[in-house]
């Protein structure tokens, strides 16, 4: 028995399978964890939720931006449609109603105690613990599962502001901000403000004006925690300061890497990428 987690697929269904033969997955016996961002952009994002979905409580899926962006749609947001989305086929599949309502029910935060490891899409603040963290994902998860509530957040979750967490947030401006925080945040400064113009990787960004990667925030109150997230293609992969850095790259011609929790082993597949690079910052 093993647990893989895997980084952003993005609709990159053949490259799952070879990642998933590679690491001689076994549903009978193993569990697939993915970091969110199953769709968008690549050429099978509905074979990708249909594989998901058949699996089971065999896969655990946290969401991310992208699966958002395709919930917007499907609830008649289309104020954001790109014309590097694909999301097509899924919006129009005969079993559409089935996928999108088992979206609408992942998770946003996943913790496994006895695998002593969370996953998230993109990050955590640094004010944030476990129990916070945990009750701001329930109120999204509260939003997305209201047949009333989710398409009036699905009107509302676009946009850069609030960028700081405050327990004073109320309303869409909270939510708004507790999603930014799962699904899109890589850097913040040392007040813990939001850069939601940095998308580069760590190398590529000039930190003189005090923004660090999310999980380099000396104050950080989930430092305890072992997390694991995506999101960040031109970060790569990364292991160390107890964060796994899982997103690599796949759409873009990195590769899709998948890590054995049980003893932190890494897998990856070479990918030849389905989307041009100037496409990337969304």
Not at 57 to 79: I, M, R
Not at 149 to 176: C, I, T, V
Not at 244 to 249: E, I, K, M, V
Not at 264 to 275: L, Q
Request: neutral net charge; proline residues 5%.
């Amino acid at each position: 028995m093993a647990t893989y987690a895997i980084g952003d697929i993005q609709g990159c269904f053949k490259e799952l399978q070879q990642l998933l033969a590679l690491i001689q997955f076994n549903p009978a016996q193993d569990s697939l964890w993915c970091a969110g961002d199953l769709v968008n952009r690549g050429p099978a994002s509905l074979e990708v939720l249909r594989f998901f979905k058949q699996l089971g409580d065999k896969a655990v899926v946290v969401l991310g931006n992208h699966d958002l962006h395709l919930l917007a749609e499907a609830a008649g947001n289309t104020a954001h449609v790109h014309k590097t989305d694909t999301l097509a086929p899924v919006l129009n599949g005969p079993d559409r109603n089935e996928l999108i309502t088992w979206l609408r029910h992942r998770p946003f935060l996943h913790y496994d105690k006895a695998l002593g490891l969370t996953m998230v899409h993109a990050g955590l603040p640094p004010q944030w613990d476990l129990n916070l963290a945990q009750q701001c994902a329930r109120e999204l998860e509260t939003l997305l599962q209201d047949d009333q509530q989710f398409p009036q957040f699905m009107q509302h979750f676009y946009g850069k502001s609030p960028k700081k967490w405050s327990n004073k947030l109320e309303g869409w401006d909270r939510a708004r901000f507790i999603s930014s925080c799962f699904t899109r945040m890589r850097y913040c400064n040392a007040k813990g403000k939001l850069d939601f113009k940095r998308a580069g990787s760590p190398g590529m960004e000039c930190q003189d004006d005090g923004f660090l990667p999310w999980y380099l925030h000396p104050h950080r109150k989930s430092h305890d925690l072992k997390i694991v997230f995506g999101h960040w293609a031109t970060h790569g992969f990364h292991a160390g300061h107890n964060v796994f850095a899982l997103d690599t790259g796949c759409l873009w011609g990195g590769s899709l890497t998948a890590l054995r929790l049980e003893d932190e082993a890494v897998f990856s597949i070479p990918c030849k990428g389905e989307a041009t690079p100037n496409a990337y910052n969304r």
